[in-house]
């Protein structure tokens, strides 16, 4: 069965509105290790959108199962992770004017750079992942710039429906296969919800599902550690079609 990573980044999206101290992340994230999540994972974005620095070093402090840090590749935040160290980073694109990640790393573009940054990170003691499209150029830039993990991007499959599904989940089937014959740890995530979950639980290889957006939307309607608690149901039978 695969881990399951709660992304609570939109806790702090509630909280950003208003200014206030509530709903406060760590609160949270407490509630949702109680419910069974196998860990935590927050985007620190370069325009402080959501989640604060300080709210990932509270976390830190707190967070006894895994920590995951999303980020982009920039100095700044990446001097931020080396200090407060994360179990794991995930290095994400960004750009300032998207509502939220719109689609995997390029890392067959960047090696150089993104190999420097692997390197620190794991000097550091900090395990890092790529997120990245199910694409074997991007696979391959990843094993050689000695990630030791990957996180598919699932968005087009979440997206898709019908044949387009069907094709969008075979590219993600195919991508952990290759991954995992590369020795890379492969999670996955993005777009998914309580309805196309199941189906991914089916692909070998899944290490790790990271889902926050439809988690605290459920939230809203359960609370968030039976939300937490039926995601985890969804993980544990899988796919009865695949």
């Known amino acids: 069965m695969p881990y399951l990573g709660v992304n609570i980044d939109h806790v702090a999206t509630l909280r950003q509105v208003r200014r206030t ?21 927050v985007h620190l974005r370069e325009d402080r959108r959501h989640i604060q620095e300080e709210d990932v ?6 967070v006894s199962t895994l920590l ?22 995930c290095i994400v694109p960004e750009r300032r004017a998207e509502l939220t990640t719109e689609g995997g790393l390029d890392v067959a573009s960047q090696k150089e750079k993104i190999t420097r940054a692997v390197e620190r990170f794991h000097k550091a003691g900090i ?21 030791r993990i990957i996180e598919l991007h699932t968005g087009k499959y979440a997206e898709a429906k019908g044949e387009e599904q069907d094709h969008e989940w075979q590219r993600l089937a195919d991508a952990a296969k290759l991954a995992h014959s590369l020795g890379l740890q492969v999670n996955a995530g993005h777009g998914l919800h309580y309805t196309n979950t199941a189906r991914i639980v089916s692909i070998p290889y899944i290490h790790t599902l990271n889902i926050g ?6 939230a809203l309607t359960v609370g968030i550690e039976q939300a937490v608690k039926e995601m985890l149901a969804i993980i544990q039978q899988g796919s009865p079609h695949a």
């Not at 070093?57 to 707190?62: E, F, K, T, Y």
């Not at 840090?69 to 994360?86: G, W």
């Not at 957006?213 to 459920?218: A, D, K, L, T």
Request: proline content about 7%; hydrophobic content about 45%.
């Open 21 to 41: 101290q509530y709903p406060d992340p760590v609160e949270i994230a407490r509630v949702v290790e109680r419910a069974g999540a196998h860990g935590i994972t």
């Open 57 to 62: 070093r509270r976390l830190r402090a707190v």
């Open 68 to 89: 995951n840090m999303e980020l982009a590749l920039n100095e700044e935040i990446i001097n931020i992770a080396l200090d407060i160290k994360p179990d794991e980073v």
């Open 127 to 147: 395990r890092v992942s790529l997120f990245i499209d199910p694409d074997p150029i991007q696979i391959q830039a990843a094993h050689e710039v000695q990630a």
């Open 213 to 218: 957006h439809s988690i605290i939307s459920r």
